[in-house]
């Protein structure tokens, strides 16, 4: 691996599959005044300049500490799209990238007249994968896209003024049933980034504005409500019964039961209360 000391100055940024994350950075300089660089960036010759491959948070702490150079492995030149797959290629291996950072990139990709199958290929993931992430990139509001980053689940980290991929993904669905024009979605996702919603707040949410509810009440209300799923066995004759009598689905049955519009109940089932011997009693800790 050829590596050498190269002037930061003397570096170009053309493209970058990552977004700039303040406390992200911030922790990165700091290992780095400690620690030293682990791992160098990826560079490629351009005249008297390199074009950055990879490595831009790396490039990016440099800068900010105000060192003078940053070593860095010699790569062939390359054309944008080829700067594209190895730079986004890099953050698919650290498993760090965003299905928005993934589709930002696979969507410029396309415009460089790679085909889906093209792309999955060039990056070795699914070409399933690739369509989402064009989709889901596609259908966030362009004024948000840079405040949508990748959380990781239960973490918290970087949360504050930011957006899960995988929240942002759940007001998309939710647009999407409801057929929400992009103020609609705008509207929501920002609601959800400024107020730190989570995805049972967006489904709610979602429920409330199918069942007629304005959107201005629906953000003001959201706070109150929760949707809540409940396993129940019923008998399969006595609720289709039911639903003939009313006149309407199973989900549509139970939800109007439980707001008190249809009165009625379901017999519990003889087995309900049976106690089992020990034979077959499930174990406490298995």
Not at 32 to 40: A, D, R, T, W, Y
Not at 139 to 154: I, S
């Amino acid at each position: 691996m050829n590596v050498k000391d190269i002037k930061i100055k003397d570096i170009v940024v053309k493209e970058n599959s990552r977004s700039s994350r303040d406390n992200e950075l911030e922790e990165l300089m700091r290992s780095v005044k400690q620690h030293g660089l682990k791992q160098p960036i990826g560079v490629s010759p351009d005249g008297k300049k390199y074009v950055l491959e990879y490595g831009w948070r790396r490039y990016e702490a440099f800068r900010k500490l105000g060192y003078n150079t940053i070593p860095a492995v010699m790569g062939k030149v390359k054309e944008l799209k080829d700067l594209l797959i190895v730079n986004v290629i890099e953050n698919i291996q650290r498993k760090d990238i965003s299905p928005f950072e993934l589709g930002r990139v696979c969507a410029k990709l396309k415009d460089q007249s790679m085909t889906n199958g093209e792309i999955g290929a060039r990056l070795s993931i699914a070409t399933s994968r690739v369509k989402a992430a064009i989709d889901a990139y596609n259908h966030t509001p362009a004024e948000l896209r840079h405040k949508v980053v990748f959380m990781k689940p239960g973490s918290g980290e970087f949360k504050k003024g930011f957006i899960s991929s995988s929240l942002a993904q759940s007001v998309i669905g939710v647009g999407r049933t409801l057929r929400l024009n992009n103020t609609e979605i705008s509207k929501i996702m920002e609601y959800a980034r400024v107020h730190e919603l989570v995805r049972e707040d967006i489904l709610a949410l979602g429920r409330m504005l199918q069942e007629g509810v304005t959107m201005g009440d629906a953000l003001k209300e959201i706070r109150n409500y929760q949707v809540v799923r409940v396993n129940h066995i019923v008998n399969i004759n006595e609720m289709e019964k039911m639903c003939k009598k009313h006149k309407t689905g199973k989900n549509r049955l139970i939800q109007e039961m439980v707001y008190g519009k249809i009165k009625g109940r379901f017999k519990k089932p003889s087995f309900a209360d049976r106690k089992f011997s020990k034979k077959y009693k499930r174990k406490e800790k298995i």
